[in-house]
């Protein structure tokens, strides 16, 4: 069964960072596609960056050169650094793995916020 918990959101000011984490287990595969998404109230769910087995990784543009996505596979860790934070991050960031069989579509899949496991998401708030 896999899971997928969040951690790190909070409230921050304008300019300041976070690093959100997320612990997957039961997700076990040498092709994989793991990603970032975030919900807003009032708006549909987004994806923020994406990173496959291969390390490649993909960002929204909104986030490109804010937000860094990486990985730990040793410890079974996905990680978002946000820096340079703006009021419109606000939002539930969810962690998210896609079904490996969509693992070379991980770029577009950015695209696509129905990967197959999701978290319960770890609130970020940023005030002006």
């Known amino acids: 069964q896999v899971q997928l918990v969040e951690s790190g959101g909070g409230s921050v000011q304008s300019g300041g960072s976070l690093r959100l984490s997320c612990a997957a287990s039961?997700?076990?595969?040498?092709?994989?596609?793991l990603g970032w998404f975030r919900q807003a109230p009032g708006k549909e769910r987004e994806g923020v960056a994406t990173i496959d087995s291969s390390g490649r990784t993909n960002y929204h543009d909104f986030v490109k050169g804010r937000f860094t996505i990486s990985q730990d596979n040793a410890k079974n860790m996905l990680y978002l650094q946000m820096d340079g934070l703006k009021p419109e991050d606000t939002a539930m960031y969810y962690c998210a793995a896609d079904d490996p069989a969509l693992t070379r579509y991980c770029a577009v899949r950015l695209r696509k916020p129905d990967f197959s496991y999701w978290g319960r998401g770890t609130q970020v708030t940023v005030s002006s």
């Open positions: 039961g997700y076990t595969y040498s092709t994989y596609c």
